[in-house]
């Protein structure tokens, strides 16, 4: 059985490194291709493990961390992300930024996804001060021949969550495909929900 713990600031040190090997794991598959970098991930991970208020929330089985889902004070994440906000003028405070959530393959189909979501709303309702809930995704090209057959991507289930894609937020972030030997840039989406009160 799965069991679901939550984790904020200092408490999320421990963690550090099986969140970097779940996402080295989980994103090397489309529609990312991320080839996986130990260095990244010490920097992708130190903005959470420096923030007082970041969230970790984790599914275990047993002792062994299957799946983990990220949330951060945009004014604490980097300013790739906070500058299409500002951009908008959407102030930073007002918005909780939602990470990854990576999960292994066999552990999927059990609604752990929607468990992750629930985790981190409730977590910037209980912070208090924000009133948006936000995230970005990749794009690819719906023609891109890496795409495996059968691909479901996941509008339909932020939509049903009540996430909005927008039109014009996106930011850019580099990394490592699989089969490159230099890093490239990539675009990323974003959606928004507002962060209704309990």
Known sequence: MTDIRTFSGDAIAPYLDAVAALRIAVFRDWPYLYAGDA???RKYLATYAESPHSL?????????VVGASTGIPL?????AFQQPF???GIELPRVFYFG???LLADYRGRGLGHCFFDEREA??????GFDLTAFCAVERSGDDPRCPAGHRPNDAF???RGYQRQDDMFCQLEWQEIGQTLPSCHRLRFWLRP????
């Open 86 to 88: 500002l951009d908008r």
């Open 100 to 102: 990854e959530s990576v």
């Open 195 to 198: 962060l209704e009160t309990a």
């Open 123 to 128: 977590y910037a309702r209980r912070l208090g």
């Open 39 to 41: 260095d990244y991930e």
């Open 158 to 160: 932020w939509n049903k």
């Open 56 to 64: 970790f929330v984790l599914a275990f089985d047993g002792a062994r």
């Open 75 to 79: 004014v604490d994440e980097t300013s």
